[in-house]
Protein backbone atom coordinates (compact mmCIF):
# COMPACT_ATOMS: atom_id res chain seq x y z
CA UNK A 1 0.00 0.00 0.00
CA UNK A 2 0.94 3.53 -0.75
CA UNK A 3 1.69 6.60 1.14
CA UNK A 4 -1.31 8.12 -0.78
CA UNK A 5 -3.45 5.26 0.12
CA UNK A 6 -2.95 5.33 3.61
CA UNK A 7 -3.83 8.96 3.61
CA UNK A 8 -7.31 7.83 2.40
CA UNK A 9 -7.16 4.54 4.93
CA UNK A 10 -6.52 7.53 7.86
CA UNK A 11 -3.26 5.84 8.76
CA UNK A 12 -2.55 10.02 8.22
CA UNK A 13 -4.06 12.96 8.00
CA UNK A 14 -4.24 16.51 6.49
CA UNK A 15 -1.45 17.48 8.75
CA UNK A 16 0.95 15.77 6.67
CA UNK A 17 -0.29 17.64 3.39
CA UNK A 18 -0.45 20.43 4.70
CA UNK A 19 2.63 20.50 5.97
CA UNK A 20 4.20 19.18 2.84
CA UNK A 21 2.76 22.08 0.32
CA UNK A 22 4.13 24.47 3.45
CA UNK A 23 5.87 27.21 1.50
CA UNK A 24 9.61 27.09 2.49
CA UNK A 25 10.97 30.76 1.54
CA UNK A 26 14.02 33.10 3.35
CA UNK A 27 10.79 35.98 2.81
CA UNK A 28 7.69 34.67 1.85
CA UNK A 29 5.20 32.08 3.43
CA UNK A 30 1.80 30.68 2.98
CA UNK A 31 -1.58 29.29 4.01
CA UNK A 32 -2.67 25.91 3.27
CA UNK A 33 -5.93 23.75 3.50
CA UNK A 34 -6.03 20.29 2.39
CA UNK A 35 -9.54 18.22 2.48
CA UNK A 36 -8.96 14.66 1.90
CA UNK A 37 -12.29 13.19 0.58
CA UNK A 38 -12.36 9.68 1.58
CA UNK A 39 -14.77 8.84 -0.05
CA UNK A 40 -14.14 10.49 -3.59
CA UNK A 41 -10.82 9.44 -3.13
CA UNK A 42 -9.98 12.96 -4.08
CA UNK A 43 -7.18 15.25 -1.94
CA UNK A 44 -7.50 19.07 -2.65
CA UNK A 45 -4.94 21.34 -1.30
CA UNK A 46 -5.76 25.15 -2.00
CA UNK A 47 -3.27 28.14 -0.60
CA UNK A 48 -1.88 31.77 -0.42
CA UNK A 49 0.78 32.64 -0.93
CA UNK A 50 1.73 35.44 1.74
CA UNK A 51 4.27 38.93 1.82
CA UNK A 52 6.78 39.88 4.86
CA UNK A 53 3.28 42.20 5.99
CA UNK A 54 1.13 38.84 5.76
CA UNK A 55 -0.59 40.58 2.83
CA UNK A 56 -2.00 37.75 0.48
CA UNK A 57 0.46 38.16 -2.89
CA UNK A 58 -0.37 34.52 -4.77
CA UNK A 59 -2.53 31.07 -4.70
CA UNK A 60 -2.35 27.62 -5.44
CA UNK A 61 -4.19 25.01 -5.87
CA UNK A 62 -3.64 21.07 -6.38
CA UNK A 63 -6.16 18.23 -6.80
CA UNK A 64 -4.50 14.38 -6.20
CA UNK A 65 -6.71 11.69 -7.65
CA UNK A 66 -6.95 8.36 -9.76
CA UNK A 67 -6.93 8.35 -13.48
CA UNK A 68 -6.56 5.08 -15.21
CA UNK A 69 -5.34 3.08 -11.98
CA UNK A 70 -2.40 5.59 -11.07
CA UNK A 71 -1.97 8.51 -8.97
CA UNK A 72 -2.50 11.79 -10.97
CA UNK A 73 -1.33 15.31 -9.65
CA UNK A 74 -4.19 18.18 -10.80
CA UNK A 75 -2.01 21.40 -11.14
CA UNK A 76 -4.76 23.56 -11.61
CA UNK A 77 -3.36 26.97 -10.95
CA UNK A 78 -0.50 29.38 -9.68
CA UNK A 79 -0.33 32.61 -9.35
CA UNK A 80 1.78 35.34 -8.27
CA UNK A 81 1.97 39.11 -8.11
CA UNK A 82 3.86 40.82 -11.20
CA UNK A 83 5.87 42.69 -7.90
CA UNK A 84 6.57 39.43 -6.07
CA UNK A 85 7.70 37.32 -9.15
CA UNK A 86 11.31 36.00 -9.93
CA UNK A 87 11.84 35.63 -6.81
CA UNK A 88 11.86 32.00 -6.41
CA UNK A 89 8.22 31.56 -4.83
CA UNK A 90 6.87 29.47 -7.47
CA UNK A 91 9.84 27.74 -8.02
CA UNK A 92 10.24 26.73 -3.97
CA UNK A 93 6.26 25.67 -3.73
CA UNK A 94 7.22 23.66 -7.06
CA UNK A 95 10.17 21.60 -5.54
CA UNK A 96 8.61 20.75 -2.58
CA UNK A 97 5.62 19.50 -3.95
CA UNK A 98 7.33 17.29 -6.61
CA UNK A 99 10.12 15.66 -4.35
CA UNK A 100 7.04 14.96 -2.12
CA UNK A 101 4.96 13.15 -4.92
CA UNK A 102 8.09 11.07 -5.82
CA UNK A 103 9.82 10.34 -2.41
CA UNK A 104 6.00 9.77 -0.19
CA UNK A 105 3.31 9.89 -2.34
CA UNK A 106 4.34 8.17 -5.62
CA UNK A 107 2.44 10.10 -8.08
CA UNK A 108 2.66 8.86 -11.38
CA UNK A 109 2.52 12.29 -13.52
CA UNK A 110 1.79 15.66 -13.07
CA UNK A 111 -0.61 17.34 -15.52
CA UNK A 112 -1.95 21.24 -16.08
CA UNK A 113 -3.52 23.56 -18.42
CA UNK A 114 -0.89 26.15 -19.04
CA UNK A 115 -1.22 29.89 -20.04
CA UNK A 116 -0.40 33.08 -19.65
CA UNK A 117 3.80 32.80 -19.15
CA UNK A 118 2.85 28.84 -18.43
CA UNK A 119 3.89 27.14 -21.76
CA UNK A 120 7.66 28.40 -22.04
CA UNK A 121 8.13 28.81 -18.39
CA UNK A 122 7.10 24.95 -17.18
CA UNK A 123 9.67 23.05 -20.00
CA UNK A 124 12.43 24.23 -18.24
CA UNK A 125 11.22 22.58 -14.83
CA UNK A 126 10.21 19.07 -16.68
CA UNK A 127 7.22 19.47 -18.50
CA UNK A 128 6.47 17.74 -22.17
CA UNK A 129 3.55 19.32 -24.38
CA UNK A 130 0.69 16.80 -24.32
CA UNK A 131 -0.73 17.11 -27.78
CA UNK A 132 1.01 16.19 -30.97
CA UNK A 133 -0.14 19.27 -32.93
CA UNK A 134 1.33 21.44 -29.91
CA UNK A 135 4.83 19.57 -30.28
CA UNK A 136 4.73 19.22 -34.34
CA UNK A 137 4.13 23.41 -34.26
CA UNK A 138 6.85 24.04 -31.87
CA UNK A 139 9.58 21.59 -33.73
CA UNK A 140 8.36 23.77 -37.16
CA UNK A 141 8.35 27.09 -35.41
CA UNK A 142 12.11 25.84 -34.30
CA UNK A 143 13.32 24.23 -37.81
CA UNK A 144 12.43 27.91 -39.16
CA UNK A 145 14.17 29.94 -36.31
CA UNK A 146 17.29 27.66 -37.38
CA UNK A 147 16.98 27.84 -40.64
CA UNK A 148 16.16 31.52 -41.23
CA UNK A 149 19.95 32.25 -38.93
CA UNK A 150 22.12 29.38 -39.92
CA UNK A 151 20.64 28.15 -43.23
CA UNK A 152 20.98 24.47 -41.53
CA UNK A 153 17.90 22.09 -40.77
CA UNK A 154 18.57 21.12 -37.08
CA UNK A 155 18.03 18.20 -35.22
CA UNK A 156 15.23 19.27 -33.10
CA UNK A 157 14.70 17.38 -29.72
CA UNK A 158 11.30 16.12 -29.27
CA UNK A 159 11.22 16.32 -25.47
CA UNK A 160 9.83 19.97 -23.92
CA UNK A 161 12.17 20.62 -21.39
CA UNK A 162 14.86 19.76 -24.28
CA UNK A 163 13.71 21.88 -26.63
CA UNK A 164 13.60 24.77 -23.56
CA UNK A 165 17.48 24.40 -23.37
CA UNK A 166 18.29 25.42 -26.62
CA UNK A 167 20.27 28.42 -26.70
CA UNK A 168 22.12 30.78 -29.16
CA UNK A 169 25.53 32.56 -28.58
CA UNK A 170 25.62 35.36 -27.46
CA UNK A 171 23.12 37.34 -25.39
CA UNK A 172 19.94 36.71 -27.43
CA UNK A 173 16.93 34.88 -26.37
CA UNK A 174 16.97 31.52 -26.01
CA UNK A 175 16.04 29.78 -29.40
CA UNK A 176 13.84 27.34 -27.85
CA UNK A 177 12.04 28.99 -25.72
CA UNK A 178 11.33 31.39 -28.37
CA UNK A 179 9.93 29.04 -30.45
CA UNK A 180 7.57 27.92 -27.79
CA UNK A 181 6.57 31.69 -27.17
CA UNK A 182 5.77 32.18 -30.72
CA UNK A 183 3.51 28.93 -30.64
CA UNK A 184 1.71 29.87 -27.64
CA UNK A 185 1.41 33.40 -28.58
CA UNK A 186 -0.25 31.98 -31.92
CA UNK A 187 -2.73 29.47 -30.37
CA UNK A 188 -3.94 31.83 -27.62
CA UNK A 189 -5.13 29.25 -25.65
CA UNK A 190 -4.47 26.74 -22.57
CA UNK A 191 -2.05 24.10 -23.67
CA UNK A 192 -1.76 20.60 -21.85
CA UNK A 193 1.26 19.80 -20.73
CA UNK A 194 2.31 17.00 -18.32
CA UNK A 195 5.16 16.48 -16.21
CA UNK A 196 6.47 12.01 -16.50
CA UNK A 197 7.63 11.03 -13.10
CA UNK A 198 8.14 7.71 -14.04
CA UNK A 199 10.37 8.59 -16.90
CA UNK A 200 14.09 8.30 -16.51
CA UNK A 201 15.02 10.90 -18.29
CA UNK A 202 12.61 13.60 -16.95
CA UNK A 203 14.01 12.31 -13.38
CA UNK A 204 17.64 12.61 -14.71
CA UNK A 205 16.95 16.13 -15.51
CA UNK A 206 14.83 17.28 -12.70
CA UNK A 207 18.17 15.79 -10.77
CA UNK A 208 20.71 17.58 -12.93
CA UNK A 209 18.36 20.98 -12.85
CA UNK A 210 18.47 20.65 -8.86
CA UNK A 211 14.76 20.17 -8.84
CA UNK A 212 15.23 16.72 -7.27
Same mark, same amino acid.
Given at each position: ?????????????????????????????????????????????????????????????????????????????????????????????? /?? +? !? =????? #? $??VAYVAMQADDLGPFVWPA?????????? /?? +? !? =????? #? $?????????????????????LSRSGSEPDIGL???????????????????????????????????
Open positions: MTRIDLLFAGDSNEAELNGAFTLQHPRYSSRVECTIDREGRVIFIRGRFLGAEGQEIGMFSRRLSRSGGRWVAFHERIYVEKPFRRQGIASAHY /RA +A !I =RYYIH #R $LNFGFEFSEDED /RE +A !I =REELT #R $LFLAETGVIPDVPNRGFLVALEAIKVVADRLKATMPMVLNLGDPLTLLYLREAGIL
